[in-house]
């Protein structure tokens, strides 16, 4: 695939609603009123973080530290961009083809679902494989075959091209999973990876959704501007809509 891939054209694209969290009316009823429930999906950055094998793990080197008598403590950070809960962008798979730094901020942030698949290790899952109908524009599955991100482990699952392009002629835009890749840990070819840039759609990985119930949220995972980079560590965040609240 070359860097003068075609992208899909935003008019034909099939859209979902980017208006999940708002009441028809435009009025929230009044009673009353809880914070919504805020879901950190993101793993604590921290030595013992797993990285993929051969990868740059983080480390922190403190250069002032107001323990030592400094008036500031100032730290360096070292780190694969692959880092934790991160944004892939186009240009980790593709020579000449985008950046993070040139990706479209609003594919992170905005109405989400989660959905969980029964997903056995070493396997892809397919079209066949979810049960619920896809609701969001962005779409976060939880697979529970990587459930430790201090440990490092090769068999988690990951998804079908097939799958991708289905998500893409629904409308989705970003796609997150809570494994390390898209794509199995002994693939070379990285098919769906692939089938992600064809599409013009956005990767998320390395998220932690072990907590998080199936249902329809608002995401915000933006990734740093980092000019030139492959990928970009994100803060991810899934907040309640107002609909789900009681």
Not at 45 to 67: F, K, M, N, Q
Not at 113 to 137: C, E, N, S, W, Y
Request: aromatic residues 4%.
């Amino acid at each position: 695939m070359t860097a003068e891939t075609e992208r899909i054209d935003e008019k034909q694209r099939p859209v979902l609603s980017e208006n999940l969290a708002k009441p028809a009316s435009g009025v929230f009823p009044r009673g009353p009123e809880r914070s919504p429930v805020i879901f950190d999906i993101s793993p604590p950055i921290t030595p013992s973080l797993a990285v993929w094998p051969g990868d740059t793990p983080p480390s922190r080197e403190v250069l002032l530290d107001i323990a030592g008598g400094a008036t500031v403590t100032l730290s360096t950070l070292r780190a694969t961009a692959h880092l934790g809960a991160h944004a892939d962008a186009p240009s980790h798979c593709c020579a000449g083809a985008p950046s993070i730094d040139e990706r479209n901020l609003d594919l992170y942030m905005g109405p989400c679902q989660v959905i969980r698949v029964a997903a056995r290790p070493r396997t892809r899952i397919g079209p066949g494989d979810l049960d619920a109908p896809v609701r969001a524009p962005r779409v976060l599955f939880a697979t529970g075959t990587y459930p430790d991100p201090t440990r490092f482990r090769e068999d988690f699952a990951a998804l079908e091209p097939a799958l991708i392009s289905d998500l893409a002629g629904k409308g989705v835009r970003l796609v997150g999973i809570d494994t390390p890749s898209v794509d199995l840990y002994d693939s070379r070819d990285l098919p769906s990876h692939q089938a992600f840039l064809s599409h013009d759609m956005a990767i998320l990985e390395g998220l932690v959704l072990a907590g998080v119930p199936e249902g329809l949220y608002e995401l915000v995972a933006l990734p740093l501007r980092l000019a030139g980079f492959d990928a970009s560590p994100v803060r991810a965040i899934l907040r309640e809509l107002p609909s789900t609240r009681e």
